[in-house]
């Protein structure tokens, strides 16, 4: 595709249930960003990859926020034990690699709202 | 720790007129600042990028401006239009490539027909 994509688009969860966000990133973009944007807020970094390694976590909540890339591609975003706090939306961004050198192309989002 | 400030966070004005959205961050050790549109339910469209040696970029009606010694960027949207609507988001770079992309909050824009 052209873009960046995020599936599903919408996502209602209970309280302590699984959920898993999964991002299709522009073709050939070797750099992928998670950032979570709550109600009124900018977006705020989650973590990123670089190929298929997590090259900076450091801004996943807690440990029941996981995220992988297994082919360097598509990356799926995880969380385990889902809270209310977690309601917001999660965006995806591609970039050709990594580096805030480079422009950040973002997909639709995913709205999660926990229950 | 960079922190980025967009004033005002919310801005109705008729159609027609000339608005400017401002940004200000705290750290002016920067590599860049980009400006992003966000409509209501989407993701973000990147509207202009200002590299930390340039002092402004134009596309179509609007023009974005840097001072990055003052830690400051303005958003000038000519001849505004109801297409306009939507929340613009400032964010910066740092100067290391290891740097995150720090955001703002955004400017909830809402052009009057």
């Known amino acids: 595709g052209a873009g960046v994509s995020q599936t599903p688009s919408n996502k209602v969860t209970e309280k302590g249930k699984y959920v898993e966000l999964r991002c299709d990133p522009i073709?050939?973009?070797?750099?992928l960003y998670w950032y979570r944007q709550s109600l009124g807020q900018g977006p705020e970094f989650l973590i990123y990859?670089?190929?298929?390694?997590?090259?900076?976590d450091s801004g996943l909540p807690n440990d029941r926020f996981f995220a992988v890339r297994p082919e360097g591609s598509v990356s799926t975003l995880k969380i385990q034990r889902t809270e209310r706090g977690d309601s917001a939306v999660y965006l995806c961004?591609?970039?050709?690699?990594?580096?805030?050198?480079?422009?950040?192309?973002f997909g639709p989002g995913t709205r999660l709202t926990v229950l | 720790k960079q922190e980025v400030t967009q004033i005002p966070a919310a801005l109705s004005v008729p159609e027609g007129e000339n608005l400017v959205l401002n940004c200000s961050f705290t750290?002016?050790?920067?590599?860049?600042l980009q400006w992003f549109r966000q409509d209501p339910g989407k993701g973000l469209t990147s509207l202009l990028l200002?590299?930390?040696?340039?002092r402004e970029q134009t596309s179509g009606r609007l023009n974005a401006s840097l001072d990055k010694s003052s830690g400051r960027s303005t958003l000038y949207i000519a001849a505004s239009q109801p297409g306009d609507s939507a929340t613009y988001l400032c964010?910066?770079?740092?100067?290391?490539?290891?740097?995150?992309?720090?955001f703002g909050k955004g400017t909830r824009l809402h052009i009057l027909p």
């Open positions: 200002i590299q930390s040696s340039q």
């Open positions: 073709s050939g973009h070797t750099a």
């Open positions: 961004a591609s970039s050709p690699d990594r580096s805030t050198y480079n422009e950040q192309f």
């Open positions: 964010a910066v770079g740092g100067e290391d490539r290891d740097d995150k992309i720090i």
């Open positions: 990859f670089q190929g298929t390694g997590a090259a900076d």
């Open positions: 750290d002016s050790a920067i590599y860049n």
